[in-house]
């Protein structure tokens, strides 16, 4: 009887201690957050701009994942969360600038290739490349450099039978093919 109750008194100092963990780390985010909010409204008189300037801070933590995406490219759980992230933040002009500046094409080619059996990893990579290659030419002629039409035509192939895997692919094969529209000057077509 004995036994069982050190047991149970070992695994309750474990989640104690646990808890106390994630409740500094909860603290610690909170006051990080209040005090950026805190910052921003003393700084800023309008609320969609203070609700930008707080999206926009994202950045750091954007660089730091593909950082990481790079320095662990086996670690399949890291791959697939950073590849979350960063393809639920490409849309955003702002970070594909960050992210660009990253590396993020080579990085997520190199993942994409890595891991081809990972529906994830091949999905939210297709996203990212395609999200790159909104109107932005050097985008496009490093993911063709990089041999990224190749990697995007695997992640088609390998899984055939995933829908998301095979709309997020040809989103980036559109991407990559769009041209931007040319308009004609203003003098040709007063001639």
Do not use: W
Request: glycine content about 2%; some cysteine; overall charge positive.
């Amino acid at each position: 009887m004995k036994n069982i109750q050190k047991e149970t008194t070992m695994k309750d100092d474990i989640s104690l201690q646990t808890t106390e963990t994630a409740d500094v780390t909860a603290v610690n985010d909170f006051s990080t957050v209040a005090s950026s909010i805190t910052f921003l409204s003393n700084h800023s008189a309008d609320s969609y701009k203070r609700l930008e300037v707080f999206q926009r801070s994202l950045g750091k933590e954007a660089r730091e994942n593909l950082e990481l995406m790079a320095n662990h490219p086996y670690n399949v759980q890291l791959q697939v969360r950073s590849c979350d992230f960063i393809a639920r933040i490409s849309y955003d002009e702002f970070y594909r600038v960050v992210i660009a500046s990253a590396g993020v094409i080579i990085t997520i080619l190199k993942s994409m290739q890595l891991h081809p059996c990972n529906p994830k990893i091949q999905t939210n990579g297709c996203v990212i490349l395609g999200n790159m290659c909104i109107n932005n030419y050097i985008n496009k002629s490093r993911i063709s450099a990089a041999n990224g039409i190749k990697v995007i035509a695997d992640a088609m192939k390998n899984h055939a039978h995933d829908s998301q895997v095979q709309s997020s692919a040809y989103f980036a094969l559109q991407q990559l093919t769009l041209a931007k529209a040319r308009v004609p000057s203003l003098e040709k077509m007063k001639t």
